[in-house]
């Protein structure tokens, strides 16, 4: 089952630096490693796949942060449908053929 979904994912306790930055680019770097089509966006990532690599890349990203800070928040919104593949890139497409 293909799903499209997006998740926020960080550390509760707030760094030295205040910057969030270098988790946001961990957990990147994991979705990166995985194939899978995403998109970052500023206050989280979208990710599109099968609904099992999607959930797997997901716990990926949350156990590489757990690794080294005590707390962390994790937002999660899935949309699956079957036999569907493209529709990260097709829901922005439609609502932007909408503006012209």
Known sequence: MSCVATFSLF???RPE??????YVARSLRIVEASGL???LGPMGTVVEGEIEDVLN???QCHDAM???????YLT???DS???KDGRMASKVRSVEE???
């Open 66 to 72: 757990r690794a080294d800070c005590d707390r962390v």
């Open 76 to 78: 999660l919104a899935v």
């Open 37 to 39: 089509d995403h998109q």
């Open 17 to 22: 630096d205040g910057s969030l930055a270098p």
């Open 98 to 100: 909408r503006l012209k």
């Open 81 to 83: 449908r079957s036999g």
């Open 57 to 59: 890349v997901i716990r």
């Open 11 to 13: 550390p509760l306790e």
